[in-house]
DNA sequence: ATACCGACCTGTCAGC
DNA sequence: TGCTGACAGGTCGGTA
């Protein structure tokens, strides 16, 4: 669910309503498949420590804590498909599957919401930097490096979170079709003059998505329960046998890399 | 080494 | 109305 802008605006929104909080109690739930870390371990780092800031890496949620021994540690957060990180009002009602319920100092709590709970929760003492390179602020020549040795379709490749952490399913297709390239094509092929054009259209469709505040795709919301916009700019996702916006032809929807893939047959070549 | 594919979960929706 | 199957924004581990 949650790609790299809906987890930078879920990030930013956190910060601005939980940093400088500190947290008194938490409350994990019994069913451990969310957990990275184990629940006591996540309990005694989190209990007594302050948040002093959130932000993003990759997809990732990262709450940089200072515990109550004064030691820098941080809580990370993958929302996974459906998972969701909520500030509430403590006596607001709890939602199915939520896994874990902080309590704050300003009576807020912070709740981690998953039904499909394929997210994961992790506390860890070393900084993290997630397992591939930040699309946002990859140089051209980086990003043709990354690419132009790989024989899987240039879909799949964008997806490989050992290449760019962060461009998923959505903002691939979008990527794509800004770019003029076809989801299939082995990125091995792609000439350089394509792989500059993806380049750019990787990193506006990443920026104008931040900006709307991400795509909201059924149930979808920041940390205030607030929808993002991006949706409504999509070009290829979620389009199938609509015309495409720039030369009417209907959009195609294949499956490449295991995953629903959106793209014009004329523009895309 | 690389690429592909199923598995992990639950909810929703289309089709019968 | 109710059942069944396909599908969903992500990632991992096994297999070819």
């Known amino acids: 669910m949650p790609e790299l802008p809906e987890v930078e605006t879920i990030a930013n929104g956190l910060n601005k309503r ?6 008194e109690s938490v409350w994990v739930g019994s069913k451990p498949e969310p957990l990275k870390s184990s629940a006591s371990e996540i309990a005694r780092a989190l209990e007594g ?18 515990g109550k021994d004064s030691q820098p540690s941080e809580f990370i957060v993958h929302l996974g498909m459906t998972g969701r990180m909520l500030v509430a009002s403590p006596d607001a ?31 860890r003492q070393t900084k993290f930097a997630g397992p591939g390179t930040e699309p946002t602020n990859i140089s051209v020549e980086a990003f043709a490096e990354l690419f132009h040795r790989s024989k899987a379709p ?6 490989n979170l050992k290449f760019l952490h962060g461009v998923g399913n959505i903002y691939a297709d979008e990527s794509l079709i800004r770019a003029g390239v076809r989801p299939r094509r082995r990125a091995n092929t792609l000439t350089s003059a394509e792989l500059k054009k993806l ?19 059924s149930d979808y919301v920041d940390a205030d329960g607030e929808k993002g916009f991006f949706q409504f700019r999509h070009r290829a996702y979620g389009r199938e046998g609509k015309p495409c916006l720039k030369c009417k032809t209907p959009i195609k929807k294949i499956v490449v890399g295991g995953r629903g893939t959106h793209y014009c047959p004329k523009c895309q070549k």
């Open 154 to 159: 240039i879909k799949a490749a964008l997806l």
């Open 93 to 123: 009602e709890v939602p199915p599957h939520t896994h874990l319920t902080a309590q704050l100092r300003s009576e807020k709590e912070l709740r981690f919401v998953d039904p499909r709970r394929f997210g994961r929760l992790e506390v």
């Open 18 to 23: 939980v940093a400088g909080d500190a947290i």
């Open 49 to 66: 420590s302050r948040i002093d800031r959130v932000q993003r890496v990759g997809k990732h949620i990262v709450f940089s804590l200072t």
């Open 199 to 217: 380049h750019t259209a990787v990193q506006k469709v990443l920026q104008e998505a931040i900006r709307a505040g991400g795509s909201s795709i």
